[in-house]
């Protein structure tokens, strides 16, 4: 995986700038949101500030079989620094997965 990758996520959400914004400082809401389809989120650290930092795990479902998680068998832990934080502005997180997997490692 090459050092240059620079994933950009984005989604349509019809809510006024200052809720979206809350949800990125709101541990709880975090971990509604922020897991894709069927995964649950435990957040375990959140620093709401420019520089700070989101801890999280994404826990796979129990049924799943298809995917395996990049921490363990059914998790994923990382770590996001927040790059940029303007009020009711994106947000720009910094996101370094913990793996043996090399591909998954910050450089």
């Known amino acids: 995986m090459s050092q240059d990758r620079r994933p950009t996520v984005s989604q349509i959400i019809h809510a006024p700038p200052s809720a979206v914004y809350a949800a990125f400082l709101d541990a709880k809401a975090v971990a509604i949101w922020l897991p894709p389809?069927?995964?649950?989120?435990?957040?375990?650290?959140?620093?709401?500030?420019?520089g700070g930092a989101l801890s999280l795990s994404l826990v796979y479902p129990d049924g799943?079989?298809?995917?395996?998680?990049?921490?363990?068998?059914?998790?994923?832990?990382?770590?996001?620094?927040?790059?940029?934080?303007?009020?009711?502005?994106?947000?720009?997180?910094?996101?370094?997965?913990?793996?043996?997997?090399?591909?998954f490692q910050a450089k």
């Open 37 to 50: 389809g069927e995964m649950r989120g435990i957040v375990h650290e959140l620093e709401g500030r420019e």
């Open 64 to 103: 799943e079989t298809d995917m395996e998680g990049k921490t363990s068998e059914k998790t994923d832990l990382f770590r996001e620094k927040i790059a940029q934080l303007i009020s009711n502005s994106p947000v720009v997180w910094k996101t370094v997965f913990n793996s043996d997997d090399s591909a």
